[in-house]
Every structure is written in structure tokens, then in C-alpha cells.
């Protein structure tokens, strides 16, 4: 289903590493489609508290359902017309099963993430807590 508008996602924009997959998706949303919203700065426009925030990516399509997590990514996913297809695999069984731990187990260690882990991600936070932001790409 293709609902018109802007999805507003809602992440840590202090986290270095949700920086770098915000980027990795504005650089494939060739329709404007994304907005990505920190929710230090925009959580009070969501019905979620913080800590819930704090948790979990949140993402709010036009027509104003939410989805978490997981499945957060795959309503990204499915604006992207080059990942649509990814979306469709993802959504079904047992990957769909498989997604929410998973997408929980990087969620819950994304300040502490090796780069073989991930390739290109930023580096881990450093155990002092002072996590540098990578550097934003002009478009």
C-alpha cells in the first residue's frame, strides 16, 4: 500500500551510530520520502515516553499508524523503491520472527558495535560515555 507523504522517524540524534544508518537511508530516498526526527529535540509530538523512545527507532507513517523497531525499518524499507523488495522478504515468516530480536540485540549495543561487525559503521563509544558523531555529508 503507498500512502503519500513523509515518514517521521524518530531516533537518538546523539547516537553516532543511528546517525550513520539515517544516512546510509537518506542517501537511497530519492522521493523525499523520510524525515528523520531526534527525539531528544521532537519526543514530546509522539505518544511514547521517553524512555520508550530511548529504546526502540519509532516511525510514524502519513496516515498516523507507528511502528517500532523491527518493524520501523520495514515501513522505511518500503518507501525505498530500491529496498522494496527487501521489505517484502523481511516481512515474511520465520524472518519476520527473526527480526525483532535481532533488531533488539543492535538496538541494545549500538554505542558499542565493532565496525567488522557492521562494515562502515562509526566506531564504538569509547567506555568514558563521550560517543563523537560522525561527520554529516553534504548532499
Not at 100 to 120: F, K, S, T
Request: proline fraction near 12%; aromatic fraction near 12%.
Amino acid at each position: 500500500m503507498h500512502v503519500a507523504g513523509k515518514l517521521k522517524i524518530y531516533d537518538d540524534g546523539a547516537c553516532a551510530f543511528c546517525q550513520w544508518s539515517q544516512a546510509r537511508a537518506e542517501a537511497w530516498d530519492r522521493d523525499q520520502r523520510l524525515e528523520f526526527r531526534d527525539y531528544n529535540q521532537h519526543g514530546a509530538e509522539t505518544p511514547f515516553p521517553l524512555a520508550q523512545l530511548r529504546h526502540r527507532m519509532h516511525v510514524q507513517t502519513p496516515d498516523g499508524e507507528w511502528h517500532v523497531g523491527f518493524f520501523g525499518w520495514l515501513a522505511i524499507l518500503r518507501v525505498l523503491p530500491r529496498w522494496r523488495w527487501l521489505a517484502r522478504v523481511l516481512a515474511l515468516p520465520p524472518l519476520r520472527w527473526l527480526g525483532p530480536p535481532l533488531y533488539a540485540l543492535v538496538a541494545n549495543n549500538r554505542y558499542r558495535i565493532p565496525r567488522w561487525v557492521l562494515p562502515g559503521a562509526p566506531p564504538p563509544c569509547p567506555p568514558e560515555g563521550a560517543c563523537p558523531l560522525p561527520r554529516r555529508s553534504a548532499r
